[in-house]
């Protein structure tokens, strides 16, 4: 009988914190996705979405336009005829894969047990659902999905190890995120530091390296240049959907005077400078007094840039809690000390890579980094950071009681996390 207690409890509280995610993910939905009216960063993709119905896709792109996203919501558009249901269904769809594809990669690639694995999708679900990103009709999870497609191929070549056709495949697919969102440029020292390493273990010579790196760098920019051709051929750039704040404004200089009036203490954190205020500086300190582009507010005050990059790094473990509940403290305590066990492999290489982004992202002075920017790659490190968790009670007497302590140490954080949320809106539910 007693040999029972300890599974029965883990499979109660797998049950109960089931029940809650879902009852978190309909008020999300009734809240979110239900909502007649965008959101947001909504009303910009919306907005460009009906130019590129209307007036087609050239005008979409001299617009600024996501590309693959906007040729997507245009598939789902043909059943719903409605451009925020076409959005938000299109964001789902791609949260799904994404999380389908992390399921893959984890089957395929890793070997948790049955627990661990219930435990990885229930962390997996908790940080998709709190998070709500996939009921915004915005781009980030048709990243997420290509990201995870990427690391799937990596990790795939170490089998195959046809170095032509998986730089083809890697070309294509860094392409695909430059068509999808800007700011992928954020993860390219994640995605060639991988590439690097990966190269390194496989004795991979010099020059069929650099031969790589030409190929996935060539068809990238074919690839984007190929989908961006009518705005060239106008003598205009590569189109990027982009926030439009004002003529005069960027996106970066709003949030570069953010960041410097929350750092004297004008302004508290999660606001914003007003557009005015960033005209009254600009006018008073002249044009170059603040910076207009994402590698500009890095360089442009290098004392600065370190101040906020640590402030940034520092403030990043709340919200990794909140969505991911433990896996960060699991693995600072259990994951680290196994880190290099290995010289090198898929375990170093997710954790490398979420943190190597992280990196990319914090030195960029934006005043609040958004979770929804990190939430696919932090899907991905509940992986290894789960099967270090595995490895490390297996190499321990008393396996039962570890395995036991940290799966419900897991679930009842994210139980107990989450129910206050529950209980504020769950009157939403009866309202259906």
């Known amino acids: 009988m007693r040999s029972k207690i300890k599974p029965n409890i883990t499979n109660f509280n797998f049950v109960l914190t089931s029940i809650v995610l879902l009852m978190y993910c309909a008020i999300r939905f009734v809240k979110l996705f239900l909502k007649n009216s965008p959101a947001g960063d909504e009303f910009g993709f919306s907005t460009v979405f009906n130019l590129y119905q209307e007036k087609g896709y050239s005008a979409a792109l001299s617009e600024g336009s996501s590309v693959l996203f906007n040729i997507a919501a245009s598939f789902f ?41 219930i435990l990885f999708i229930i962390t997996s679900a908790s940080i998709l659902i709190v998070s709500s990103i996939f009921f915004a009709g915005i781009n980030d999870t048709m990243i997420y999905f290509i990201i995870s497609l990427m690391i799937f191929v990596m990790f795939k070549y170490q089998k195959e190890k046809k170095i032509v056709k998986f730089s083809l495949i890697i070309g294509l697919l860094l392409g695909c995120m430059f068509l999808t969102r800007k700011m992928s440029v954020l993860y390219l020292p994640s ?64 949030q570069y005077l953010t960041a410097i009036m929350n750092s004297n203490g004008d302004v508290e954190n999660g606001q914003h400078a007003t557009l005015d205020q960033v005209k009254q500086y600009i006018k008073k300190n002249g044009k170059e007094s ?56 898929k375990h170093q290489y997710v954790i490398l890579f979420f943190f190597t982004f992280i990196i990319s992202l914090c030195l960029i002075v934006i005043n609040y980094i958004e979770p929804r920017w990190y939430v696919g790659l932090l899907i991905l490190l509940t992986v290894p950071v789960f099967s270090f968790l595995q490895e490390y009670s297996q190499d321990k007497n008393k396996k039962e009681v570890l395995n036991f302590i940290f799966i419900n140490t897991q679930l009842l954080f994210i139980l107990i996390i989450n129910l206050p949320y529950l209980l504020s809106n769950y009157k939403l539910l009866l309202q259906y």
């Open 77 to 117: 558009n043909l059943f719903f005829s409605d451009t925020l249901l076409s959005l938000r269904f299109t964001s789902i769809f791609f949260g799904i894969l994404s999380f389908l594809m992390v399921i893959k990669i984890q089957k395929t690639f890793f070997s948790l047990s049955k627990n661990y694995f």
């Open 191 to 254: 995605i060639f530091l991988i590439l690097i390493l990966l190269y390194n273990d496989l004795k991979i010579k010099t020059p069929l390296k650099l031969k790589s790196f030409i190929i996935i760098i060539s068809v990238s920019a074919l690839l984007v240049s190929a989908f961006n051709l009518p705005n060239l051929a106008k003598g205009k750039g590569i189109s990027f959907h982009e926030k439009k704040l004002d003529k005069e404004i960027t996106w970066q200089q709003l």
């Open 290 to 345: 603040l910076p207009s582009s994402f590698l500009g507010t890095i360089f442009f005050d290098i004392s600065f840039t370190v101040k906020q990059f640590f402030k940034n790094i520092f403030v990043q473990i709340i919200p990794i809690t909140r969505l991911s509940g433990l896996v960060f403290l699991f693995l600072i305590l259990f994951g680290l000390q196994n880190f290099s066990k290995k010289s090198s492999n």
